[in-house]
């Protein structure tokens, strides 16, 4: 579409770099699961990990302790009689996830290797994007107009809507026609018939 086509060239050059790589935390070699986090990130997020698990080695332990000097514990304020055995038994089981040895690291990967995004995917922790790809939804698509109709967008916006205009094609119509109004908003604002859009660097 020649509206879409036009914002693209009036928003370029973009001098915005997104992160390229996520990492995540690995102990004993075992990805922890689910969050990506950028490279300034990742080393607090190692070392916030490595003090959980000390943390909840050392309470699981204290309360086992508690329960075998006491010989029961309470349940729902009653006193339960428990075997030391069983107290070892459930004591050994809770400490599974929480060794005595492990080491904390972390990996890196494509943060966009599944595909499907319908949003720019970023650090877990400060927020800042990776390099993706996404077919945004309505939801996204109102947040990128919103930021045009304010008429200072950053180069990190103008970065997420370069991606949203290029795949436009793809989008559900209810998004195309927001689109179609940010890049309409776009192109009054270069050729002074609306608010000015200017270069905010992130």
Known sequence: MEEIEKAIELINPINYKPHEIGYYVVKNGNDEGGS???????????KESREYHKTERKRIIEKFATISANGFYYNKKKKVKVAESEIAKAKRYQLKEYPAKATFTYEGHDPDFGG???EPCSCAECGEPFSCSF???LEEAERLLEGVN???????EKWE??????????????VQKILY????????SFEGGGKKIKTNCV
Do not use: H, M, W
């Open 135 to 137: 077919t945004p939804d």
């Open 181 to 188: 109004e940010a890049a309409l908003k776009i192109i009054q």
């Open 161 to 174: 809507l370069d991606i949203a205009f290029y795949n436009f094609q793809y989008c559900k119509d209810d």
């Open 36 to 46: 990506d986090y950028c490279e300034n990130c990742i080393p607090k997020v190692v």
């Open 116 to 118: 499907g995004l319908r």
């Open 150 to 156: 304010v008429g200072d967008i950053s180069d990190r």
